[in-house]
């Protein structure tokens, strides 16, 4: 099992930045592929980043690559986004996640899902 802690959400101005954190417990992270998600209101989840537990390679939704980055810090088991040139259109419950299998661009695969942080960007 996989305890999934998210923090460092709030609210910002447009064009602000943001970094949120992802605390485990249980089990390293450097055995999971990590993935952070978000979902705003009325919308579906949606995949925003996901960073491989093998090569480290890292990949993005169209909708936030250049702005947003993903990281990881095995030796305190913690993975983080990095969010920059916030925008309306990013307001959402970001949520981070760990599976084995898990996959870019969709929840496949991601067996281990924290609470969520509230990110509100202002216009």
């Known amino acids: 099992q996989v305890q999934l802690v998210e923090s460092g959400g709030g609210l910002v101005q447009a064009g602000g930045s943001l970094r949120l954190s992802c605390a485990a417990s249980?089990?390293?992270?450097?055995?999971?592929?990590m993935g952070w998600f978000r979902q705003a209101p009325g919308k579906e989840r949606e995949f925003v980043a996901r960073?491989?537990?093998?090569?480290?390679?890292?990949s993005y939704a169209d909708s936030v690559e250049g702005r947003f980055t993903i990281s990881r810090d095995n030796a305190k088991n913690t993975v983080y986004l990095q969010m920059n040139g916030l925008n309306a259109e990013d307001t959402a419950v970001y949520s981070c996640?760990?599976?084995?299998?898990?996959?870019?661009?969709?929840?496949?695969?991601?067996?281990?899902w924290g609470q969520g942080t509230q990110v509100t960007v202002s216009s």
């Open positions: 960073s491989e537990r093998s090569s480290g390679s890292t």
């Open positions: 996640a760990a599976g084995k299998f898990g996959v870019v661009g969709s929840s496949w695969g991601y067996d281990y």
């Open positions: 249980g089990r390293a992270i450097s055995s999971y592929n």
